[in-house]
């Protein structure tokens, strides 16, 4: 259609030749509770092997907590009641409701940041040669650099608290989403470019309707990646002197030797780093639902 536009004097889209109806199924895909379940199977398994270890005795709990005693303290931080705040004292019983919040809003504006950054960056580095040239050599020598260890430069730039923190998500984050951006669309075929060309579309029109939908796969699999490295950076960022937030409720039942309170944490983090990718997927599913094949 968007052809016989073009060819009738109209503007030629490319995104509504790249767009769905022209993608075939070739595979037949699980849904609804057939997928819930069959990922709910190996979780389950896991969790009775666990609590038959430790009734049997071969788990000792100074290793791993009968899941019993695990299940009663994530109550206990779920719901408990909460005592009134102590300074420098970081609570567990019944703070969730201060340590959840304090994590998801940093992971949220940092992520939020690294977007706003990342996406650009990694066009201006897929579409330009000599920006990759200048730039692309730093930026991998920069991201080689272990997230722990940018912790001790960002308390010298922001100090104790939460700037280091969301400086170090934003670092855990930002990396995939340029690399995944950058790639897709230097990925893009040249002939869909030169097709785009010769049916009169604008050289500066080409990214919005050409290289952007047609690497868009791959952008969203660089904020997928983006978003689970910044949230599993989070608990480094909470190394930063905080007193809110999972990490560092973690550190602070480590020094207590409380393994079911880390547990618990642990298990924080892994089902709101689910829930996030699959939040994700949901919203960003139908502008790519063409590339499911």
């Not at 005795?57 to 100074?62: D, N, W």
């Not at 304090?102 to 939020?112: D, E, F, I, Q, T």
């Not at 930002?174 to 002939?191: K, M, N």
């Not at 409720?249 to 030797?257: L, T, Y």
């Amino acid at each position: 259609m968007a052809v016989r536009e073009a060819r009738a004097g109209g503007e030629l889209d490319l995104a509504d030749e790249l767009l769905p109806s022209h993608a075939p199924e070739t595979r037949n895909r699980l849904s609804g509770w057939r997928r819930a379940a069959a990922g709910a199977a190996v979780p389950a398994v896991l969790v009775l092997a666990w609590w038959l270890a430790a009734v049997t005795g071969h788990l000792s709990p100074r290793l791993l907590p009968p899941p019993g005693e695990v299940v009663n303290s994530a109550r206990e931080f779920l719901f408990g009641p909460r005592r009134a705040t102590i300074p420098g004292v970081v609570p567990f019983r019944g703070g969730a409701s201060l340590h959840l919040p304090a994590s998801l809003g940093r992971w949220v504006v940092a992520y939020s940041l690294a977007i706003a950054v990342g996406v650009p960056l990694g066009l201006c580095l897929g579409l330009s040669r000599w920006v990759a040239a200048a730039l692309d050599p730093l930026f991998q020598a920069f991201r080689s650099v272990p997230i722990t260890a940018w912790l001790p430069i960002s308390l010298v730039w922001f100090g104790l608290g939460e700037g280091a923190a969301r400086y170090l998500v934003f670092v855990g984050a930002v990396s995939p989403i340029v690399i995944a951006t950058a790639d897709s669309v230097a990925r893009v075929p040249r002939s869909l470019v030169d097709t785009a060309r010769m049916l009169g579309t604008p050289r500066v029109a080409l990214a919005r309707r050409v290289y952007i939908p047609s690497a868009l796969p791959g952008i969203i699999t660089g904020l997928r990646l983006g978003l689970t490295l910044g949230w599993m950076s989070v608990i480094v960022g909470e190394l930063t002197g905080t007193s809110r937030g999972l990490g560092a409720m973690m550190f602070a039942a480590r020094e207590v030797g409380r393994l079911d309170q880390i547990l618990v944490g642990m298990a924080a983090f892994a089902v709101i780093g689910l829930a996030g990718d699959l939040l994700l997927r949901t919203v960003t599913r139908p502008l790519v639902r063409w590339a499911d094949g």
